[in-house]
Each structure stands twice: as structure tokens, then as C-alpha cells.
Nanobody, 114 residues
Framework: QVQLVESGGGLVQAGGSLRLSCAAS????????MGWYRQAPGKQRELVAY???????KYTDSVKGRFTISRDNAKNTVYLQMNNLKPEDTAVYYC????????WGRGTQVTVSS
């Protein structure tokens, strides 16, 4: 069973920055794609960004140029650097990791005040 522990969320003013981290442990298999999703109140969970083991990345359009995803394979950790945050980025951010199955973290709250 893979455990994912997210950290780094919080309250920030618009234009500010936060860095999320997600550490994976307990996997018997290689962790392939890792990603970040978010869910705002009353909305469906949506992809923010993901990164493959070879560091190929994909971002949703609304965060391109502001967010950067990266990973440390030796630590099984994925990061999300979020700059120029906007109130519409407010959501619970979830980490996802894929091996032969998919695993989710419990989420970390990001709140951006205007």
C-alpha cells in the first residue's frame, strides 16, 4: 500500500507563492506518473499538473506560466511551485501517484485571498 503525505498548503495573498510537497512511501513498485489535482467547493476535482518518471510534464491551461511541477525520484517526492497565485486557485490540492494502481493523498488546503 502506498502512502502519500502532502504538505505546504496555507493562506496567501493574491500574487504570492506557495510550494507543495508530496512524499510517497510503501510502494513495492516503481512510481511512474505523479501529479497534483485540486477541488474547489462545489466543483469537480481537476488536474493541475503531472510529471512522468522521465520528467515529461503537462499542465492545465489556467496554471501555465505560474506553476511548476518537479520531482525527486530518489525521494519519491513531487513538488508544485505555485507563483502569482490567484483567488481562483483556492482549493484542496491532492497528490496522486501511479504504480500498477493509483493512489491519492488526503489533500492540503490552499487559500488565496484577494
Amino acid at each position: 500500500q502506498v502512502q502519500l503525505v502532502e504538505s505546504g498548503g496555507g493562506l496567501v495573498q493574491a500574487g504570492g507563492s506557495l510550494r507543495l510537497s508530496c512524499a510517497a512511501s510503501g510502494s513495492r513498485f516503481t512510481i511512474n506518473t505523479m501529479g497534483w489535482y485540486r477541488q474547489a467547493p462545489g466543483k469537480q476535482r481537476e488536474l493541475v499538473a503531472y510529471i512522468t518518471r522521465t520528467s515529461w510534464t503537462k499542465y492545465t491551461d489556467s496554471v501555465k506560466g505560474r506553476f511548476t511541477i518537479s520531482r525527486d525520484n530518489a525521494k519519491n517526492t513531487v513538488y508544485l511551485q505555485m507563483n502569482n497565485l490567484k483567488p481562483e486557485d483556492t482549493a484542496v490540492y491532492y497528490c496522486k501517484a501511479e504504480t500498477v494502481s493509483s493512489y491519492w493523498g488526503r489533500g492540503t488546503q490552499v487559500t488565496v485571498s484577494s
